[in-house]
């Protein structure tokens, strides 16, 4: 069974960079499985962040980005700010229309 | 400005039926490929079902838990895509949001639509 994972917590502070990692039990992460991120604030429906490894969808500041880092898909939030706290969840498409999400970061910033 | 609005959750018993819809509103919904993933209370994300477009031949696509019980559909006339869900179980209970989708990643959202399966 292929198991999507990511750090459960991370924290950073306000202005501070940090990155969260996709990884993938089977191998390594390539672009081939376009990673994806998406926030999620508690009540609220997912927004798409990043999409195919490192496009920002419509609206995203720049201070989010997208890559690969080592073997596991990133993303990067340079300059966080108190409303950047929320959950973030990385996808990845295992081809033939299937996906396969990762259990999600929990990102504080204090 | 794309829009997918999500409608039909409720309680259902284990064994039940029902029938989800979302509407979709702001893009060429002919031309797009859609998606339902769910949210089970206090977890994460996870894909449900898939659907092309006509033009890319309409077919469906799902994940192993709900395989054989949940059906994709869509009505073009009508800008909608549809989730059949028969034979509930109690672990079906979740939000179920509808997504435009690229090829390969989910683009817009819906706001969500909770079904409940208890007895």
């Known amino acids: 069974q292929t198991v999507v994972t990511q750090e459960p917590s991370l924290s950073v502070s306000p202005g501070g960079t940090v990155t969260l990692t996709c990884g993938l039990s089977s191998g390594p992460v390539s672009t081939s499985y376009s990673p994806a991120w998406y926030q999620q604030t508690p009540g609220q429906a997912p927004r798409t962040l990043i999409y195919?490894?490192?496009i920002r969808s419509s609206g995203i500041p720049d201070r989010f980005s997208g890559s690969i880092l080592g073997n596991k898909g990133a993303l990067t939030i340079t300059g966080a700010q108190a409303d950047d706290e929320s959950d973030y969840y990385c996808?990845?498409?295992?081809?033939?229309?299937?996906?396969?999400f990762g259990g999600g970061t929990k990102l504080t910033v204090l | 400005e794309e829009q997918l609005v999500e409608s039909g959750g409720g309680l259902v018993k284990p064994g039940g039926s029902l029938r989800l819809s979302c509407a979709a509103s702001g893009f060429t919904f002919s031309d797009a490929w859609m998606a339902w993933v769910r949210q089970a209370p206090g977890k994460g994300l996870e894909w449900v079902g898939h659907?092309?477009?006509?033009?890319?031949?309409?077919?469906?696509d799902y994940a192993a838990p709900v395989k054989g019980r949940f059906t994709v559909s869509r009505d073009d006339s009508k800008s909608t895509v549809y989730l059949q869900m028969n034979n509930l179980k109690t672990e079906d209970t979740a939000v179920y949001y509808c997504s435009h989708t690229g090829r390969y990643d989910f683009w817009t959202w819906g706001q969500g639509t909770l079904v409940t399966v208890s007895s």
């Open positions: 195919s490894t490192n």
């Open positions: 659907i092309k477009s006509m033009g890319s031949g309409g077919t469906t």
């Open positions: 996808a990845l498409y295992m081809g033939s229309t299937n996906w396969v």
